[in-house]
Each structure stands twice: as structure tokens, then as C-alpha cells.
């Protein structure tokens, strides 16, 4: 598994361009903007993290990203191949954006949610991308990891 | 002063990256870095404490002390998750992240993982953050 893993944080490490440079749209991605609805309660946040079994809140869009890191959560969840995720732009709703760090009691943007779950900012997706529990843990959501694919093609050659 | 390395990872940084030189060109630490490292220090009584600046290469005023990544190594890491790791660290700059400090870059690491990687990473990009509120956190 590492090698393909290390190849593909190689690339992640490039700080590919992100959706922003076109052509990037990733059909089932709702990139919901401020559709939590002036929302900023807790009782509004829990049911939209458990909506989904994928949520991230992120500065911008997954197509256009406004923020280096809310733009590697984005990649990672590209490289991937998790399309059907929800995405939440922070910059479009100040209540949100704070609302959500109270939730979380965490201070920062991106956010990222799995089953409901708070899971980390972008450093922590990073590690786990890089170790291989994201695959794991997409597994157990019924999510199958683009890269155990190309993993397989590996192995066979 | 900086105080991390710049890694091989140099390479890697494309597009309209500047890399910050934080509060290197006067050569003094800003007051936010040094009440980060000293509340580190207090906290987490780290074997390995790298702090850089980062803002200058994101959408806000030179001489800002507003984005920054650490890499802090301690034996307290022992045991627990990535998760738990970073928040010690919230927990030990709460103020800092309640005021000036919008971005943090956390490498929590135990003494045997900093030995096996011993390199404070590069951040990506700044991508213009949200102009109209520049300064919000």
C-alpha cells in the first residue's frame, strides 16, 4: 500500500491547483454554501453532520476553494474518488462559520466529518490519507477508496 | 527568528506561494510566537519545539502573526490520537486561537516519530481566503 499511497501524497504534496484551475467538478458533490440556513445552533449542526456520511465545511467550494488548506481536504477527498460528500462554505455564513467551531470545539477551518463524527482539520485527513486509515475508515462507510484500486493495479503487474 | 527548516519540500511549492519569512528579516520574534512557544513549552514540555510564521504568505498585512505551523515533539503524545494531540495544543494556546492566531498547522509527534521524520512540512498555498473579512479568524 505505501507505495502508491506515497506517490499520491507526493502529488498531493504538489498543492495541485485545486478545482479553481477548471474542470475539476465532481458530480455528486453538493456543495451546499450557506443551505445549513442561517445555521449556527447546535441542534442545526448535529443533523447536518449526520445528514451525510461525508461533511466537510471549508473555506469556499470543492470547485473553488478559497483556502490552501480547505483546498487539500478537497484534493484528498478527490484522490480518493469520495464523490457523494456534503460542503459547506464557511464564508458564506458568519453564523455557520463560528457555530461550527463551538460544535466542534475546534478553532479552525477546514472541518471534516465522517459518519457524523468530527475527525480533525486538514493536517489530521493528511495523516490519515498518508497511513492509510482514510481508506479504512471510508471502508467502513461503504466508501471504496479510489487508490485500493489503483493499489490492485499495482499489485498485479 | 525562523526557526524551521526549509525542507526539500521547497519543490513542491507551486504557483504564487511566497514563502514566509515571518519576523526573519528583523530578526525579532513577534509577541504572539513568543507566547506560543512559552505556553508550548509550559504545556507540553516538548523534547522538539519548531514554530514558523507563515503569514506572510497568505492575504494579510505584513509583519501579521495571524497563520502559523508548529511541529512540537513530546512524550505526552505517548497513547494518545492524532485528534486528542491537537487538542492539547488548542488547549495550551486558547487565547492565541481566540485572538490573533487564524491558522494552525499541527505536527504532534512522539519522540520516536519526530526520529523516524524529523522535518517541519511546508504549508499549501494561501488561495485568497475571503478578502471582504480579512483578519476574522
Known sequence: MSGSLRRAAAALLRWGRGAGGGGFWVPGVRAAGSGAGGGGSAEQL????KKDKVVVFLKGTPEQPQCGFSNAVVQILRLHGARDYAAYNVLDDPELRQGIKDYSNWPTIPQVYLNGEFVGGCDILLQM??????VEELKKLGIHSALLD????QDSK | MLTGRLVSGLVYLAGRVCL???SAGSGAMGPVEAAIRTKLEQALSPEVLELRNES???AVPPGSETHFR???VSSRFEGLS???RHRLVHTALAEELAGPVHALAIQARTPAQWRENPELDTSPPCLGGSKKTRGTP
Not at chain 1, 448535529?46 to 453532520?49: I, M, R, W
Not at chain 1, 489503483?150 to 493495479?153: I, L, R, S, V
Open chain 1, 46 to 49: 448535529d443533523a447536518l453532520v
Open chain 1, 129 to 134: 490519507h498518508q497511513n492509510g486509515d482514510l
Open chain 1, 150 to 153: 489503483e493499489k490492485k493495479d
Open chain 2, 20 to 22: 514566509s519569512q515571518g
Open chain 2, 56 to 58: 506572510g504568505g497568505h
Open chain 2, 70 to 72: 508548529v511541529a512540537v
Open chain 2, 82 to 84: 492524532p485528534l486528542q
